[in-house]
């Protein structure tokens, strides 16, 4: 079955890095979309990165572009967020996540990131 696997939260300082891992299995890895998603505290979740089958299309929200960087490795089947000036607006739950051919959505369990000033 699909498996989503995220890692690499924690708490971090004002300006401060963190790099999330999320491992995936049960589906076909380089062909898929792969998403990054955040939820803060009586907020929606919202969509932060997203990254094509082969790696070569991203898209950021305007709220992290030129701070985060997204990135896969296929032959690992693994999906990476790079964050860097992290900011107290920045501490969330995030989530992995992939929409399967059949429509059907995937979600990690999720990494908490707390960001301290």
């Known amino acids: 079955q699909v498996q989503l696997v995220e890692s690499g939260g924690g708490l971090v300082q004002l300006g401060g890095s963190l790099r999330l891992s999320c491992a995936a299995s049960g589906f076909t890895f380089s062909g898929s979309t792969m998403n990054w998603y955040r939820q803060a505290p009586g907020k929606e979740r919202e969509l932060v990165s997203r990254i094509g089958g082969r790696g070569r299309f991203t898209t950021y929200a305007d709220s992290v572009k030129g701070r985060f960087t997204i990135s896969r490795d296929n032959n690992k089947r693994m999906a990476y967020l790079q964050m860097d000036n992290l900011k107290p607006e920045d501490t969330a739950v995030y989530y992995c996540?992939?929409?399967?051919?059949?429509?059907?959505?995937?979600w990690g369990q999720g990494t908490q990131v707390t960001v301290s000033s």
């Open positions: 996540h992939t929409i399967a051919p059949s429509g059907q959505n995937y």
